[in-house]
C-alpha cells in the first residue's frame, strides 16, 4: 500500500484528514503506515493515536464508513491493532461468492463479499 515510504503516506493521510475530518480511509491508512510487516515492526500507541481521531470505540469507527467495502477494510483495521492477541483468522470458502469470517480474540465479524464487491472467482470464465 505503501511501498515502503511509510513517512510520506502518514503525511498524505493526515492531509486527507485535514481536507476531510470525516473521511475514514484516511485515517485508517495513517494507521496502517505503523505497520511495517517485511520487519516485523509495528508502532501500536501511533496507530491507536491515528484511530483515535476518528473515534473513540471501533464501534464509532467503523460507523464513520459510508460503504460496506469501507467498513469492511475497516474491521480489518480494528482486527490488526485491537486489544489482544493479534492472531486473526480468516476463513472463506474460495470459487464462489461468499462470507468470510475474520475472527480475533478480541473480536469477530462475517463480512459478506457480495456486499464489499469482491468476487474470489475474479477473472475467472
Known sequence: MHSFQY????????????????FALAF?????????????????????????????TPDARLAAAPTPRERAYG??????YGDGAKAVAIR????????CTV???TMTRRLSLRDVAVRSDAGRA
Open 7 to 22: 513517512a510520506e503516506a502518514a503525511t498524505a493521510f493526515r492531509r486527507a484528514q485535514s481536507l476531510d475530518s470525516h
Open 28 to 56: 485508517w491508512g495513517e494507521a496502517l503506515t505503523y505497520t511495517h510487516q517485511v520487519w516485523n515492526e509495528q508502532d501500536l500507541p501511533a496507530a491507536r493515536a491515528a484511530l483515535q481521531k476518528l473515534g473513540a
Open 75 to 80: 474491521t480489518a483495521v480494528e482486527a490488526l
Open 92 to 99: 472463506c470458502i474460495p470459487w464462489r461468492w461468499n462470507v
Open 103 to 105: 475472527s480475533s480474540l
